[in-house]
């Protein structure tokens, strides 16, 4: 018999592991999910229990050989994947598949929640059994979204177009995200007035401050118009001001718990403007390991979380540096420990550094700057735990002229605190008022003006308040919220503008259409409530073909009461643009290429139009290119226009003139020298260049051929983009470049 094998999911791991094992063990990786539901067909038998057919993932044929072998070989088999839902499941996939090679051997299941030598040994010295509730817990959750996938994304296909799809929780944040852009547009502005004031005294520090109260009245949004604020200000702009009171105090602000992942996303974004797919891209290669000082070491813990647990023994550790190198003055007076709100949120502790130890310094030559500034980000919240609070003194002054109030506030930091290590959070500080003021100094008023303002409508959600919001109502979980704004983002449902989300007029038209047929289903308690019923899957609480069964009820019952015709009605849109054949205003309604303009008396007159949109809004017939030249059939010009396949040359005359051609680059082709290069298209509409005499020539290439060739082989240069966005001219030839 060979040695013991560990499966984990990462390579990256599998190095690391093995390392700290001595080699004494096989280490292995399955690279994520070797199993899964079928990707062409549900995979679910929904008459009978929900049964799931899975299948092995065809591009990992080599990793599996490779596992089955070494699986024979092992005298033990220990699995290894993470400490999460996912993780547990594909721990029970990778089992399934090694059943042959894994009978009458010692199967066990380890986890830890960061790879250190210490935390791998002593998950090896208590092994423990695969955990059946939570393999249940994400085969729920798979089920179930496909359901909703394979059950209400066709119905969406018929009455909007193709390709598009609907998901439990990504149509959920969709949703947040339009009824977000809804109040922006139907925000209207009030206006009120504001009466501010420069008082001084002597050679003092002038303050600033404003009308509070007014005849005894709060004034805080209250004065609706310019003739009130300027009969106030009348009124006292004459006034003699006296600083009446001046109430001091002194806060601490405490520092918040360690990163869970959907706060480390917020302020990773926030702080250092990565999007949360990035953020969760990084963290995973900080907690896999890297190679410091011919050492490979996991930098942080697991960094799928949503526990704000520490362990003691990280808060010792921690406490000691602080000590150490900042001194005791800088430590919370006794260890701070936060707690989670449910037993759901405690599989793990929170994100935090391996050994806090280990400075950002220390490990700066070792990682690349993105790396750094993430580990940076998350040594400083951690470290900040244990810190002393940052104080505040605070002063507020009232100053008193015939009935009116003028109010201030201004602080200063008489400690910085955990601000000496985590310099993000911001303390409001208000004016900065000079100590040499005091109470019952007559003041002289430098400046006194009334402004108008006007109250502002909600912001577009950024992907950091998104992730806030979804966290606040119970929706996803941390493993989820990457790949949910990924999603809808490559879906084209929203754009970020200026790093916001808005929905595109896909994404909202989308919204429309599941709010008006499925809102008792994508909404955010339905979604929160459902969440909740798989938590209680994993915790042995309830059964998981009871909570499809439910779900998938509701689902049923929604699509069945659908009048595809009625909904697709509902989502035609009137336009101001007059149908050039018979004068009717034109509508604008989907079909499958996308949206376009339609005459509203078909089938009687079928005209149709391809529009675009301002960016107010505005609908703008798209004029088709012509070409300098008329059809040869009918004399009328002829027009470039966009096919299934690509582009090509028809008459403006159509649909009475059916003359076509194809639309050539004007490029010879490289191998043949007879034929043109054409623009064309796959069946997945991607574009694609080949040669005109196809099949005779088979030429073909996925770069944009140039029209220029390379003085070393004659070859026509292509286009390439790389990496980072710059397009270059090259030789597939010789691969000679032109910057």
């Given at each position: 018999?060979?040695?013991?094998?560990?499966?984990?999911?990462?390579?990256?791991?599998?190095?690391?592991?093995?390392?700290?094992?001595?080699?004494?063990?096989?280490?292995?990786?399955?690279a994520?999910?070797?199993?899964?539901?079928?990707?062409k067909?549900i995979?679910?038998?929904?008459?009978?229990?929900?049964?799931?057919?899975?299948?092995?993932?065809?591009s990992?044929?080599?990793?599996?050989?490779?596992?089955?072998?070494?699986?024979?070989?092992?005298?033990?088999?220990?699995?290894?994947?993470?400490?999460?839902?996912?993780?547990?499941?594909?721990?029970?996939?990778?089992?399934?598949?090694?059943?042959?090679?894994?009978?009458?051997?010692?199967?066990?299941?380890?986890?830890?929640?960061?790879?250190?030598?210490?935390?791998?040994q002593?998950?090896?010295?208590?092994?423990?059994?695969?955990?059946?509730?939570?393999?249940?817990?994400?085969?729920?959750?798979?089920?179930?979204?496909?359901?909703?996938?394979?059950s209400?994304?066709?119905?969406?296909?018929?009455?909007?177009?193709?390709?598009l799809?609907?998901?439990?929780?990504?149509?959920?944040?969709?949703?947040?995200?339009?009824?977000?852009?809804?109040?922006?547009?139907?925000?209207?502005?009030?206006?009120?007035w504001?009466?501010?004031?420069?008082?001084?005294?002597?050679?003092?520090?002038?303050?600033?401050?404003?009308?509070?109260?007014?005849?005894?009245?709060?004034?805080?949004?209250?004065?609706?118009?310019?003739?009130?604020?300027?009969?106030?200000?009348?009124t006292?702009?004459?006034?003699?001001?006296?600083?009446?009171?001046?109430?001091?105090?002194?806060?601490?602000?405490?520092?918040?718990?360690?990163?869970?992942?959907?706060?480390?996303?917020?302020?990773?974004?926030?702080?250092?403007?990565?999007?949360?797919?990035?953020?969760?891209?990084?963290?995973?290669?900080?907690?896999?390991?890297?190679?410091?000082?011919?050492?490979?070491?996991?930098?942080?813990?697991?960094?799928?979380?949503?526990?704000?647990?520490?362990?003691?023994?990280?808060?010792?550790?921690c406490?000691?540096?602080?000590?150490?190198?900042?001194?005791?003055?800088?430590?919370?007076?006794?260890?701070?420990?936060?707690?989670?709100?449910?037993?759901a949120?405690?599989?793990?502790?929170?994100?935090?550094?391996?050994?806090?130890?280990?400075?950002?310094?220390?490990?700066?030559?070792?990682?690349?700057?993105?790396?750094?500034?993430?580990y940076?980000?998350?040594?400083?919240?951690f470290?900040?735990?244990?810190?002393?609070?940052?104080?505040?003194?605070?002063?507020?002054?009232?100053i008193?002229?015939?009935?009116?109030?003028?109010?201030?506030?201004?602080?200063?930091?008489?400690?910085?605190?955990?601000?000496?290590?985590?310099?993000?959070?911001?303390v409001?500080?208000?004016?900065?008022?000079?100590?040499?003021?005091?109470?019952?100094?007559?003041?002289?008023?430098?400046?006194?003006?009334?402004?108008?303002?006007?109250?502002?409508?909600?912001?577009?959600?950024t992907?950091?308040?998104?992730?806030k919001?979804?966290?606040?109502?119970?929706?996803?979980?941390?493993?989820?919220?990457?790949?949910?704004?990924?999603t809808?983002?490559?879906?084209?449902?929203?754009?970020l503008?200026?790093?916001?989300?808005?929905?595109?007029?896909?994404?909202?038209?989308?919204?429309?259409?599941?709010?008006?047929?499925?809102?008792?289903?994508?909404?955010?308690?339905?979604?929160?409530?459902?969440?909740?019923?798989?938590?209680?899957?994993?915790?042995?609480?309830?059964?998981w073909?009871?909570?499809?069964?439910?779900?998938?009820?509701?689902?049923?019952?929604?699509?069945?009461?659908?009048?595809?015709?009625?909904?697709?009605?509902?989502?035609?849109?009137?336009?101001?643009?007059?149908?050039?054949?018979?004068?009717?205003?034109?509508?604008?309604?989907?079909?499958?290429?996308?949206?376009?303009?339609?005459?509203?008396?078909?089938?009687?007159?079928?005209?149709?139009?391809?529009?675009?949109?301002?960016?107010?809004?505005?609908?703008?017939?798209?004029?088709?290119?012509?070409?300098?030249?008329?059809?040869?059939?009918?004399?009328?010009?002829?027009?470039?226009?966009?096919?299934?396949?690509?582009?090509?040359?028809?008459?403006?005359?159509?649909?009475?003139?059916?003359?076509?051609?194809?639309f050539?680059?004007?490029?010879?082709?490289?191998?043949?020298?007879?034929?043109?290069?054409?623009?064309?298209?796959?069946?997945?509409?991607?574009?694609?260049?080949?040669?005109?005499?196809?099949?005779?020539?088979?030429?073909?290439?996925?770069?944009?051929?140039?029209?220029?060739?390379?003085?070393?082989?004659?070859?026509?240069?292509?286009?390439?983009?790389?990496?980072?966005?710059?397009?270059?001219?090259?030789?597939?030839?010789?691969?000679?470049?032109?910057?």
């Amino acid at each position: 018999m060979g040695k013991s094998l560990i499966i984990v999911e990462s390579p990256a791991k599998a190095k690391t592991i093995s390392k700290f094992l001595n080699n004494k063990f096989v280490v292995k990786a399955s690279a994520g999910h070797i199993r899964d539901l079928p990707k062409k067909t549900i995979g679910v038998d929904i008459e009978n229990g929900f049964k799931v057919k899975y299948v092995t993932d065809r591009s990992k044929s080599k990793i599996i050989k490779e596992l089955k072998a070494k699986a024979k070989e092992a005298d033990a088999i220990y699995l290894a994947s993470d400490h999460d839902r996912e993780g547990e499941a594909i721990a029970w996939h990778i089992l399934q598949v090694l059943k042959a090679e894994a009978k009458g051997k010692e199967v066990y299941r380890i986890v830890f929640n960061e790879i250190t030598k210490k935390a791998i040994q002593k998950a090896m010295d208590v092994p423990g059994d695969i955990d059946m509730d939570k393999v249940d817990a994400q085969q729920a959750r798979r089920i179930l979204d496909r359901l909703v996938g394979y059950s209400i994304s066709p119905v969406l296909w018929k009455v909007i177009t193709s390709s598009l799809s609907a998901g439990r929780v990504q149509s959920v944040a969709l949703r947040l995200i339009c009824e977000r852009e809804d109040s922006i547009k139907a925000f209207v502005p009030v206006e009120f007035w504001s009466v501010e004031a420069l008082f001084s005294k002597d050679k003092l520090k002038p303050f600033k401050a404003s009308l509070a109260t007014w005849k005894g009245k709060a004034v805080s949004k209250n004065i609706g118009s310019e003739k009130d604020a300027l009969e106030i200000f009348n009124t006292i702009n004459k006034q003699q001001f006296d600083l009446s009171n001046i109430e001091k105090k002194q806060r601490k602000i405490h520092p918040g718990p360690a990163y869970i992942t959907s706060t480390l996303q917020q302020d990773a974004s926030r702080v250092l403007n990565f999007p949360p797919k990035k953020t969760m891209m990084l963290a995973q290669q900080l907690y896999e390991g890297i190679q410091v000082n011919n050492e490979h070491v996991g930098l942080i813990s697991y960094m799928r979380t949503d526990s704000v647990r520490i362990s003691n023994e990280a808060i010792s550790s921690c406490r000691e540096l602080i000590s150490k190198t900042l001194g005791n003055a800088n430590l919370s007076s006794k260890p701070r420990v936060f707690s989670n709100k449910s037993k759901a949120q405690d599989a793990h502790e929170a994100i935090r550094p391996t050994d806090c130890k280990r400075l950002p310094a220390d490990v700066k030559d070792f990682l690349d700057n993105d790396q750094y500034r993430l580990y940076n980000l998350i040594w400083q919240k951690f470290v900040a735990t244990q810190m002393a609070p940052i104080i505040v003194d605070s002063l507020q002054l009232s100053i008193n002229g015939g009935e009116a109030v003028f109010k201030t506030s201004g602080s200063t930091i008489a400690s910085p605190g955990f601000l000496k290590v985590y310099p993000h959070y911001n303390v409001s500080m208000g004016e900065e008022i000079d100590a040499g003021y005091e109470e019952g100094n007559p003041l002289n008023t430098d400046k006194m003006e009334p402004q108008q303002h006007f109250t502002k409508p909600p912001a577009r959600f950024t992907e950091a308040s998104l992730i806030k919001e979804l966290e606040s109502k119970g929706i996803g979980r941390p493993s989820t919220y990457a790949a949910i704004l990924n999603t809808i983002i490559q879906r084209t449902y929203v754009e970020l503008i200026s790093k916001r989300l808005a929905p595109t007029n896909l994404g909202d038209t989308v919204n429309k259409f599941l709010v008006n047929n499925f809102d008792s289903f994508f909404n955010s308690e339905f979604t929160a409530e459902m969440e909740s019923g798989l938590d209680e899957i994993e915790y042995g609480k309830f059964n998981w073909q009871e909570l499809i069964g439910k779900y998938y009820s509701a689902i049923k019952d929604l699509i069945d009461k659908v009048d595809i015709k009625k909904a697709k009605e509902k989502l035609i849109q009137e336009t101001d643009i007059e149908c050039d054949k018979c004068h009717s205003k034109m509508v604008i309604k989907w079909g499958r290429k996308g949206e376009f303009l339609a005459c509203p008396n078909y089938p009687e007159c079928s005209n149709i139009k391809n529009f675009i949109r301002d960016e107010d809004g505005t609908i703008k017939i798209k004029e088709e290119p012509k070409l300098d030249e008329n059809c040869p059939e009918c004399g009328n010009p002829l027009l470039i226009k966009n096919g299934r396949f690509g582009k090509f040359i028809a008459c403006s005359n159509y649909p009475k003139c059916k003359f076509t051609k194809p639309f050539t680059t004007g490029i010879k082709c490289p191998e043949c020298k007879e034929g043109d290069i054409l623009e064309k298209k796959s069946k997945k509409q991607k574009t694609f260049f080949s040669c005109s005499r196809y099949p005779e020539c088979k030429f073909s290439t996925w770069n944009k051929p140039v029209n220029m060739s390379c003085p070393e082989c004659n070859h026509p240069y292509v286009e390439e983009v790389t990496k980072n966005g710059k397009t270059l001219k090259v030789c597939p030839s010789c691969k000679q470049e032109i910057h």
